[in-house]
């Protein structure tokens, strides 16, 4: 599980985080407000047993209007 700690660490988030990141920033405040998330220093995460870590990402998703057009899904 330590190696899975490192690799984890060492992948980072996805590339579609940094692209909407002023959106992955307000929503990841949402879930810190709601409990949901715990932020952390990467350097401090060896110091909690059993710990892993999950990269983030924003999958850009489509919805469809009363007309039938597709739009793009807002957060």
Do not use: C
Request: charged share 20%.
């Amino acid at each position: 599980m330590k190696s899975d700690l490192e690799e984890g660490i060492a992948f980072g988030n996805h590339k579609s985080a940094m692209d909407s990141s002023k959106w992955m920033m307000s929503t990841l405040n949402k879930e810190i407000i709601r409990g949901w998330q715990l932020p952390l220093l990467t350097d401090k995460l060896h110091l909690i047993p059993g710990a892993l870590v999950a990269p983030l990402g924003n999958a850009k998703q489509t919805t469809i209007d009363d007309q039938g057009n597709q739009t793009p899904k807002t957060a």
